[in-house]
């Protein structure tokens, strides 16, 4: 085997000594002489080894370089390439643009690494600051992990967009990402970010964070739960990708994917997401689309249905649990601040306050809440009555199982149960039709108890065959009972045509009259009284000589073909209107 001439010197060396030290021993067991006194003077202790800069181009980005230290202390002689250099004091280190400051440090020239500790910093020029106790980088991935101890309880990472602290940071110095496995936070002065596992890319300002994620606005308390989240500290937006809540002061917003913007406070909600209004009182108000835009300063929200073939539609549902109401669409606008709402594409209004609930549908459908603020006097109390007040535009219809009409326009005031049907209107319960320029109907429960007609209209009863009763007149007053008219006044140019019923229950003539008044009792169907007064004129006719011509007078109409209709669909009786659907009638006679 061959050996190594240094170890072989050494070992001579050890040799030399020991046979020296032996030879002294042996002298002084054997006589008793005094010991010379040492004339050798042992120098003072060395200094510490001052570092000096090697002549090299510093500024590769691939190496890491030593650039000062107070101190350096070589751990062994030997092995020089992978044994550390022990720096100390005011030790600072450089790769390529990127400086690390620390009170010592291990330095593994030959490694290309280093291990920092006590208040350590990095720094990249005047924007990223990152501060730890511990780091452990490895130059040639230009990879850290800095830790958290005594001299810096948490890891902190700084730039102009936002601050990371954790207990442990993974950063890369070449991506300029930061990352952390085991909880940590960020924030940007406008947001606070918590989250089991968190990623920060210092250069683009995007932000990674899945596990446990809460984000808290700071400026209106908002709280944003969920799984995972994208988010950008210079724009300030969050992007959705998982189920999501989101708690403010007053509202509550249940979504699987979309935006926060959180510097403004608007959501763009882009999966069926809802959203829930609550008031001081109780209230709550509850909006559901497939796709929402609501802006929080505003307090509006826009929903739609999903439009693209590829994806499932269902309509917006805006509910008004104290006002018992429930607004469809295919679009939806709602301001919470005046709690008003209309939809568009089908839009259908469900009031469901009484026994039997009202439809009321067109082109366009508002929903309003109103004040009824009446002043006190001496002799009563004053009050401020909120209630519901819909308005339906554009081939406006309304149905509940009792009474069904039409008109271009129909407004519904819970206040007074009162509906005004405005410009070609028609109401028609049971066998009876009503039409005329303007028609008010009171609703008590789930029926019509009273109809007023201000300006001309035209009553019809179906009888049989194609024979009707007939009656018009400037003014009409009617009164129901159990869905049948108990009581009818007309004032002015009153006609009608009617076949009063034999005893025998079967039709034999048909009576016209003309006069200026008319009123009419009725029970159970029949006529009890008729009253005509000032000038009466008429005839009365056999059936069987009755013409064409005089059956009808002249401005008779009858528009069954239009009337909201009931159908058994799967299981149940549903409106056909529920379903969506226009009749081509009712678009002819409104466009007519």
């Known amino acids: 085997m061959r050996r190594n001439p240094a170890v072989i010197m050494l070992t001579i060396l050890f040799l030399l000594a020991g046979i020296g030290f032996v030879r002294q021993v042996r002298a002084a067991s054997g006589a008793m002489s005094v010991v010379p006194k040492e004339i050798y003077t042992r120098p003072k202790p060395r200094k510490p080894i001052k570092p000096t800069i090697p002549k090299e181009n510093r500024y590769r980005t691939d190496r890491v370089f030593l650039e000062h230290a107070d101190s350096l202390i070589r751990r062994s002689v030997f092995f020089d390439s992978i044994a550390p250099q022990i720096v100390v004091g005011n030790v600072k280190f450089r790769q390529g643009n990127m400086w690390m400051f620390c009170d010592s440090a291990y330095y593994f020239a030959g490694n290309n690494s280093m291990d920092a500790f006590g208040n350590v910093r990095m720094e990249e020029g005047d924007t990223l600051f990152v501060y730890a106790d511990k780091m452990f980088y490895n130059g040639d991935f230009r990879e850290a992990v800095l830790e958290h101890g005594p001299t810096r309880n948490k890891v902190m990472l700084k730039d102009p967009q936002g601050t990371l602290i ?72 969050a992007r959705i990708v998982s189920p999501t809540r989101i708690f403010g002061r007053n509202d509550t917003v249940y979504t699987s994917s979309g935006w926060y913007n959180t510097l403004n406070d608007s959501l763009e909600l882009t999966s069926r997401s809802t959203i829930i209004h609550n008031d001081s009182t109780g209230r709550v108000t509850t909006l559901v689309g497939d796709s929402i835009i609501y802006d929080h300063k505003s307090r509006t929200s826009r929903a739609y249905s999903f439009a693209a073939p590829d994806k499932i539609s269902r309509p917006v549902v805006l509910t008004d649990t104290a006002r018992k109401a429930v607004l469809y669409g295919g679009m939806c606008y709602y301001n919470d601040s005046t709690r008003t709402a209309y939809a568009a594409d089908y839009p259908l209004l469900i009031e469901y306050s009484r026994p039997d609930s009202l439809f009321l549908r067109a082109d366009t459908v508002w929903s309003f809440v109103r004040n009824d603020i009446k002043a006190p006097t001496d002799s009563t109390p004053g009050y401020n009555k909120e209630y519901h007040l819909a308005r339906a535009e554009g081939k406006s219809r309304f149905f509940n199982v009792d009474v069904q009409g039409v008109a271009d326009t129909i407004i519904f005031s819970e206040l007074d149960s009162l509906l005004h049907l405005v410009r070609k209107p028609v109401v028609w319960s049971d066998n009876r039709q009503i039409t005329g320029g303007r028609i008010i109907v009171h609703l008590n429960d789930s029926t019509a108890d009273w109809a007023d007609l201000p300006e001309e209209g035209l009553m019809v009863e179906h009888v049989e065959d194609d024979f009707y009763n007939q009656l018009t007149g400037k003014k009409i007053h009617a009164v129901f009972e159990d869905g049948s008219l108990s009581n009818l006044r007309v004032e002015g140019n009153v006609m009608t045509i009617f076949l009063p019923m034999e005893d025998d229950s079967t039709y034999n003539r048909l009576v016209y009259a003309e006069a200026p008044n008319l009123d009419v009792e009725m029970d159970k169907k029949e006529m009890k009284k008729l009253k005509m007064w000032e000038e009466v004129s008429g005839d009365v006719t056999p059936l069987f000589l009755v013409k064409n011509d005089k059956k009808f007078l002249r401005n008779f109409v009858w528009l069954e073909a239009i009337r909201p209709r009931r159908e058994w669909y799967g299981d149940r009786f549903r409106w056909e209107d529920e379903l969506g659907e226009v009749p081509d009638e009712l678009i002819n006679y409104f466009g007519q």
Do not use: M, P, W
């Not at 300029?176 to 920060?200: F, K, M, P, Q, W």
């Open 166 to 237: 954790t207990d442990t940071l993974h950063y890369d110095v070449g991506q300029g990402a930061g990352r952390y496995y085991c909880g940590g936070e960020l924030n940007d002065g406008v947001n606070t970010l918590t989250s089991v596992y968190g990623e920060y890319l210092t250069r683009s300002h995007d932000a990674f964070f899945c596990d446990g994620v809460e984000l808290v606005n700071e400026k209106d308390g908002f709280r944003l739960l969920t799984d995972t989240l994208f988010y950008n500290t210079n724009t300030h937006i």
